[in-house]
């Protein structure tokens, strides 16, 4: 009897998040196990292709070649909506300052010195 592991897939929502257990051959590819997940059937946003979902293991991004080991966790990457250089550039190029943590630092230089 062929060996077999068992990894989690798992897509991330706005609001929830998608986890399925697979068992799959020892020797499965990432690509082997978001195909077993039956992910792309549930979401048919979901792309394997050059320029679609970008896929890893523990938050480190990996090629969907990549072989899969016992317990692993693949993430199937949602695209940014916004690219996070750009928005700094336009809060820049509006004299926005930003406090460490990337929220809106407090400009209200009155109610400092009270």
Do not use: F, W
Not at 9 to 14: D, G
Not at 16 to 33: C, F, H, N
Not at 58 to 79: C, F, G, H, N, S
Request: net charge neutral; charged share 40%; proline share 4%.
């Amino acid at each position: 009897m062929a060996e077999t592991i068992g990894v989690e897939v798992v897509y991330a929502l706005k609001d929830r998040q998608e986890i399925a257990s697979v068992k799959l051959p020892k020797g499965a590819t990432i690509k082997d196990a978001v195909e077993a997940s039956g992910m792309m059937e549930k979401y048919p946003e979901i792309s394997l292709e050059k320029t679609g979902n970008k896929v890893g293991i523990y938050a480190k991004l990996a090629p969907l070649t990549t072989e899969v080991r016992d317990r692993d966790r693949i993430e199937i990457y949602r695209p940014l909506i916004a690219d996070p250089k750009e928005v700094r550039r336009k809060r820049a190029k509006e004299g926005k300052v930003m406090k460490k943590g990337g929220g809106e630092a407090d400009t209200d230089e009155g109610a400092a010195s009270e």
